[in-house]
């Protein structure tokens, strides 16, 4: 099944034509107007550079001027392969459209609402007829009825006309043209963006994001580029400054030569400032060291690791260690913004 833009917004035409995947582009002089479009001949040459195929309006009174019309908008610069022009449903438009496939250019009557319209269409050789789904069903119509008719017309004829579901509201017309069969579709950027979303897909999306990262990355990459360390013989202002520095709730205590001896953690403070008051303040890391050390990882752990130890020991951070040095910290925080823990 063919897909078309249905826009004349350039914006969004760049955008979505960007995604490779379109066969063409329609437009309309209403979504010129409605763009503050003035120029039409101009803005005809610029879609026709950005899209595979242009469908554009070829208006007239008289067959005669439809087919003038779209010869002086070919003599623009498009190309005659690439442009398909747009008619709408009546008997002028089916003898304009003859003389105009005579003339080897492509023909789309559009505004078709009836059934023998778009046999009247087709037998004029059409390259396009094309019924407007949305506006039919806004009079109270039965607008799938009508395309299903002339899918199975085009079918059991033999016809060359492709059936252009147009029109569209949501993502259910589109899936109802698919089941139509219907041989293209032209759809609102609004709609066609949003085709692929669905929140199974999100979520399943998310734990393969998950899962990639458990199994693949390594602690050295998600730690933060401040490393919060005091020595024994640091102050608990000090402290409390490395933490406000590095927005973690703990720091790593150091001896003289750097090597890791203890940690000191908001929690530590919390329950120190209660019996201390203002004098905590003055206390040296050396009374916060313990006899066991606080709990590490390699920085060439998987991250997979460091969850495991998270969710088992129930603490909220975790030294990085090198040489028995800390070379950085995790945060549990951080973990559960990357929604590697829930």
Same mark, same amino acid.
């Given at each position: 099944?063919?897909?078309? #833009?249905?826009? &004349?917004? %350039?914006?969004?035409?760049?955008? !979505?034509?960007?995604?490779?995947? /379109?066969? *063409?582009?329609?437009?309309?002089?209403?979504?010129?107007?409605?763009?503050?479009?003035?120029?039409?001949?101009?803005?005809?040459?610029?879609?026709?550079?950005?899209?595979?195929?242009?469908?554009?309006?070829?208006?007239?009174?008289?067959?005669?001027?439809?087919?003038?019309?779209?010869?002086?908008?070919?003599?623009?610069?498009?190309?005659?392969?690439?442009?398909?022009?747009?008619?709408?449903?009546?008997?002028?438009?089916?003898?304009?459209?003859?003389?105009?496939?005579?003339?080897?250019?492509?023909?789309?009557?559009?505004?078709?609402?009836? #059934?023998?319209? &778009?046999? %009247?269409?087709?037998?004029?050789? !059409?390259?396009?007829?094309?019924? /407007?789904? *949305?506006?039919?069903?806004?009079?109270?119509?039965?607008?799938?009825?009508?395309?299903?008719?002339?899918?199975?017309?085009?079918?059991?004829?033999?016809?060359?006309?492709?059936?252009?579901?147009?029109?569209?509201?949501?993502?259910?017309?589109?899936?109802?043209?698919?089941?139509?069969?219907?041989?293209?579709?032209?759809?609102?950027?609004?709609?066609?963006?949003?085709?692929?979303?669905?929140?199974?897909?999100?979520?399943?999306?998310?734990?393969?994001?998950?899962?990639?990262?458990?199994?693949?990355?390594?602690?050295?990459?998600?730690?933060?580029?401040?490393?919060?360390?005091?020595?024994?013989?640091?102050?608990?202002?000090?402290?409390?400054?490395?933490?406000?520095?590095?927005?973690?709730?703990?720091?790593?205590?150091?001896?003289?030569?750097?090597?890791?001896?203890?940690?000191?953690?908001?929690?530590?403070?919390?329950?120190?400032?209660?019996?201390?008051?203002?004098?905590?303040?003055?206390?040296?890391?050396?009374?916060?060291v313990k006899k066991q050390l606080p709990i590490t990882i390699h920085p060439e752990a998987l991250l997979e690791?460091?969850?495991?130890?998270?969710?088992?020991?129930?603490?909220?951070?975790?030294?990085?260690?090198?040489?028995?040095?800390?070379?950085?910290?995790?945060?549990?925080?951080?973990?559960?913004?990357?929604?590697?823990?829930?």
């Open positions: 099944m063919e897909l078309y #833009l249905d826009s &004349a917004d %350039l914006k969004e035409i760049k955008e !979505a034509f960007d995604w490779g995947i /379109l066969t *063409g582009l329609t437009t309309t002089p209403t979504f010129m107007h409605r763009q503050g479009i003035t120029d039409i001949d101009g803005a005809i040459i610029e879609l026709a550079k950005l899209v595979p195929i242009l469908q554009v309006e070829a208006l007239g009174d008289t067959a005669e001027e439809i087919v003038a019309e779209a010869e002086r908008i070919l003599a623009l610069g498009l190309e005659k392969e690439k442009t398909v022009f747009k008619i709408p449903a009546s008997n002028i438009a089916l003898k304009a459209c003859k003389i105009l496939k005579d003339k080897g250019m492509r023909v789309n009557i559009h505004l078709v609402y009836t #059934l023998n319209q &778009a046999y %009247l269409a087709m037998q004029a050789g !059409a390259d396009y007829v094309c019924p /407007l789904v *949305g506006r039919l069903q806004d009079q109270g119509h039965d607008a799938i009825a009508l395309i299903e008719q002339c899918v199975k017309a085009v079918n059991y004829y033999g016809y060359s006309t492709k059936v252009m579901f147009s029109s569209v509201r949501h993502a259910e017309h589109v899936r109802t043209a698919i089941l139509a069969g219907v041989h293209t579709i032209t759809v609102p950027w609004n709609v066609l963006k949003k085709l692929n979303e669905n929140s199974l897909t999100a979520i399943g999306t998310a734990q393969f994001v998950e899962h990639t990262r458990l199994i693949t990355m390594r602690v050295q990459e998600v730690i933060s580029e401040f490393n919060p360390v005091v020595k024994t013989e640091d102050t608990v202002f000090e402290a409390l400054h490395q933490m406000t520095e590095s927005g973690l709730g703990a720091v790593s205590i150091v001896d003289d030569e750097g090597n890791l001896v203890g940690i000191f953690t908001d929690g530590d403070l919390r329950r120190n400032l209660a019996e201390n008051g203002k004098a905590l303040l003055n206390k040296k890391m050396n009374k916060f690791e460091a969850v495991k130890i998270f969710k088992q020991k129930s603490i909220d951070n975790i030294i990085v260690v090198k040489d028995q040095k800390p070379i950085g910290m995790l945060d549990v925080q951080d973990f559960v913004k990357m929604n590697l823990i829930g």
